[in-house]
């Protein structure tokens, strides 16, 4: 059985370039494994929450649904996103609001996934 990629990308801050890098990163390790057996995700937490608001998150829509359209799954920290006063509603679609993105992020490297800080 082919091995499967898990890997969770950990995204906080509020800046274009770093965002940029991890949907980067996520894309060529999708296209660079020949057999697509892959579990992974984008973690966003702190001030990063801002760029997945509907009106901030313009540049990077179309990346983003691409993304999710190759099973790569979004999280979301409530704690940043209640620090940051934004609505869950406003956020762009197919996100998953996980309570704490810190506690997400040390369960999903305990269940295995590699951590990678774009």
Do not use: S
């Not at 969770?8 to 390790?29: C, R, S, T, Y």
């Not at 993304?67 to 006063?85: D, E, I, M, S, Y």
Request: hydrophobic share 45%; aromatic share 8%; net charge negative.
């Amino acid at each position: 059985m082919p091995m499967t990629y898990r890997a969770v990308f950990h995204v906080d801050m509020d800046e274009a370039k770093p965002l940029n890098i991890a949907l980067a990163n996520v894309g060529n390790l999708i296209r660079a494994i020949p057999e697509k057996h892959y579990d992974l995700i984008l973690l966003f937490n702190g001030p990063a929450v801002t760029l997945l608001d509907n009106d901030a998150c313009a540049p990077f829509r179309d990346e983003i649904w691409r993304l999710q359209q190759q099973r790569v799954a979004f999280k979301v920290c409530r704690n940043a996103l209640n620090k940051f006063n934004i609505d869950p509603d406003n956020i762009i679609d197919g996100c998953e609001i996980v309570p704490a993105g810190v506690v997400a992020l040390i369960e999903l490297q305990q269940d295995g996934y590699a951590y990678i800080k774009p």
